[in-house]
Protein backbone atom coordinates (compact mmCIF):
# COMPACT_ATOMS: atom_id res chain seq x y z
CA UNK A 1 0.00 0.00 0.00
CA UNK A 2 1.29 3.30 -1.04
CA UNK A 3 0.55 6.80 0.18
CA UNK A 4 0.46 9.93 -2.50
CA UNK A 5 -0.62 12.90 -2.19
CA UNK A 6 -3.58 12.01 -4.10
CA UNK A 7 -4.70 8.96 -1.53
CA UNK A 8 -3.74 5.37 -0.96
CA UNK A 9 -3.16 3.01 -3.64
CA UNK A 10 -4.43 -0.25 -2.71
CA UNK A 11 -3.08 -3.28 -4.15
CA UNK A 12 -3.17 -6.71 -4.41
CA UNK A 13 0.30 -8.30 -2.93
CA UNK A 14 -0.05 -11.64 -4.29
CA UNK A 15 -1.04 -13.47 -1.05
CA UNK A 16 -1.92 -17.08 -0.86
CA UNK A 17 -5.39 -17.87 -1.55
CA UNK A 18 -6.08 -14.31 -2.80
CA UNK A 19 -6.78 -13.09 -6.10
CA UNK A 20 -4.00 -12.54 -8.47
CA UNK A 21 -2.71 -9.08 -8.26
CA UNK A 22 -4.24 -5.98 -10.15
CA UNK A 23 -2.77 -4.92 -13.57
CA UNK A 24 -1.28 -1.09 -13.15
CA UNK A 25 -3.71 0.24 -14.56
CA UNK A 26 -6.57 -1.43 -12.48
CA UNK A 27 -5.12 -0.30 -9.24
CA UNK A 28 -7.70 1.44 -7.25
CA UNK A 29 -7.04 5.03 -5.65
CA UNK A 30 -9.23 5.38 -2.10
CA UNK A 31 -9.02 9.41 -1.07
CA UNK A 32 -8.86 9.86 2.12
CA UNK A 33 -12.68 10.87 4.06
CA UNK A 34 -12.73 12.09 7.40
CA UNK A 35 -13.88 8.87 9.53
CA UNK A 36 -16.40 8.60 12.31
CA UNK A 37 -14.37 8.30 16.01
CA UNK A 38 -13.93 5.09 17.43
CA UNK A 39 -13.81 4.23 20.83
CA UNK A 40 -10.14 4.40 22.53
CA UNK A 41 -10.58 1.21 24.40
CA UNK A 42 -8.01 -1.64 22.85
CA UNK A 43 -10.51 -4.07 20.44
CA UNK A 44 -13.27 -1.68 20.22
CA UNK A 45 -14.52 -0.54 17.50
CA UNK A 46 -17.91 1.20 18.42
CA UNK A 47 -18.60 4.54 17.42
CA UNK A 48 -17.56 7.03 20.46
CA UNK A 49 -20.68 9.11 21.61
CA UNK A 50 -18.74 10.06 24.42
CA UNK A 51 -15.64 11.66 26.07
CA UNK A 52 -13.56 10.96 29.35
CA UNK A 53 -11.44 13.07 30.95
CA UNK A 54 -9.22 12.91 34.18
CA UNK A 55 -9.67 15.95 36.85
CA UNK A 56 -6.36 14.47 38.49
CA UNK A 57 -6.41 17.34 41.12
CA UNK A 58 -10.12 16.27 42.01
CA UNK A 59 -9.31 13.11 42.06
CA UNK A 60 -12.50 12.75 39.28
CA UNK A 61 -13.44 11.21 36.06
CA UNK A 62 -15.72 12.72 33.98
CA UNK A 63 -17.94 11.20 31.09
CA UNK A 64 -19.33 13.84 29.25
CA UNK A 65 -21.03 14.21 25.53
CA UNK A 66 -18.60 13.36 22.82
CA UNK A 67 -16.39 16.28 22.60
CA UNK A 68 -16.44 18.09 18.68
CA UNK A 69 -12.72 17.49 18.52
CA UNK A 70 -10.32 15.19 19.50
CA UNK A 71 -8.13 16.97 22.77
CA UNK A 72 -5.07 15.38 24.21
CA UNK A 73 -5.22 13.55 27.31
CA UNK A 74 -9.02 12.72 26.71
CA UNK A 75 -10.22 9.32 25.73
CA UNK A 76 -13.58 8.70 23.22
CA UNK A 77 -15.45 6.40 24.17
CA UNK A 78 -18.54 4.00 23.13
CA UNK A 79 -22.20 3.96 24.96
CA UNK A 80 -20.93 0.56 26.69
CA UNK A 81 -17.95 1.35 27.77
CA UNK A 82 -18.82 5.32 28.95
CA UNK A 83 -21.90 3.63 31.17
CA UNK A 84 -19.50 0.77 32.31
CA UNK A 85 -16.25 2.95 33.30
CA UNK A 86 -15.32 2.03 36.60
CA UNK A 87 -12.34 4.25 38.77
CA UNK A 88 -10.12 3.17 41.40
CA UNK A 89 -11.03 3.81 45.34
CA UNK A 90 -11.32 7.36 46.40
CA UNK A 91 -12.10 8.39 42.93
CA UNK A 92 -15.48 9.77 41.93
CA UNK A 93 -16.96 9.17 38.30
CA UNK A 94 -18.84 12.28 36.88
CA UNK A 95 -21.52 11.27 34.15
CA UNK A 96 -23.29 13.29 31.86
CA UNK A 97 -27.02 12.98 32.68
CA UNK A 98 -28.59 11.26 29.58
CA UNK A 99 -28.54 9.38 26.76
CA UNK A 100 -25.25 8.99 24.64
CA UNK A 101 -26.19 9.71 21.27
CA UNK A 102 -23.96 9.07 18.22
CA UNK A 103 -23.07 12.43 16.95
CA UNK A 104 -25.12 13.82 13.83
CA UNK A 105 -22.59 14.16 10.92
CA UNK A 106 -22.05 17.90 9.72
CA UNK A 107 -22.12 18.94 6.73
CA UNK A 108 -18.05 19.51 6.37
CA UNK A 109 -18.21 15.80 6.78
CA UNK A 110 -21.21 15.36 4.19
CA UNK A 111 -19.54 17.68 1.50
CA UNK A 112 -15.70 15.71 2.32
CA UNK A 113 -17.49 12.36 1.49
CA UNK A 114 -19.44 13.67 -1.60
CA UNK A 115 -15.85 15.25 -2.80
CA UNK A 116 -14.82 12.00 -2.14
CA UNK A 117 -16.86 10.11 -4.26
CA UNK A 118 -16.80 12.23 -7.32
CA UNK A 119 -12.85 12.69 -7.40
CA UNK A 120 -13.29 8.47 -7.63
CA UNK A 121 -15.41 8.85 -10.77
CA UNK A 122 -13.61 10.70 -12.52
CA UNK A 123 -11.87 9.16 -15.12
CA UNK A 124 -8.52 10.84 -15.04
CA UNK A 125 -6.58 7.90 -15.30
CA UNK A 126 -4.10 7.86 -17.89
CA UNK A 127 -5.03 5.68 -20.82
CA UNK A 128 -2.83 2.13 -21.42
CA UNK A 129 -0.25 2.49 -23.47
CA UNK A 130 0.72 -0.47 -26.08
CA UNK A 131 3.20 -2.62 -25.59
CA UNK A 132 5.83 -2.09 -28.35
CA UNK A 133 6.58 -5.91 -30.49
CA UNK A 134 9.96 -5.05 -30.72
CA UNK A 135 13.17 -4.08 -28.24
CA UNK A 136 12.13 -0.27 -27.22
CA UNK A 137 15.98 0.63 -27.57
CA UNK A 138 14.86 1.96 -23.68
CA UNK A 139 18.07 1.61 -21.08
CA UNK A 140 16.21 0.53 -18.19
CA UNK A 141 18.04 -1.19 -14.75
CA UNK A 142 16.71 -4.49 -16.71
CA UNK A 143 17.63 -5.87 -19.88
CA UNK A 144 16.40 -8.94 -21.51
CA UNK A 145 19.42 -11.39 -22.86
CA UNK A 146 19.20 -13.29 -25.42
CA UNK A 147 18.38 -17.24 -24.72
CA UNK A 148 21.57 -19.75 -24.83
CA UNK A 149 19.95 -22.59 -26.64
Known amino acids: MAH ?11 VAGAPAPLPSRERLWCSTVPSVRKCSRTGCLEPAVATL ?12 PLATASEPHSYDLCEEHALRLTVPKGWEVVRHEGDFSAPEPSSDELTALAEAVREAGRSDRPAPQAEPDGPSGRRGHLRVLPGRG
Open 4 to 14: TPRGTLVQNRG
Open 53 to 64: TYAYSDSTAVVG
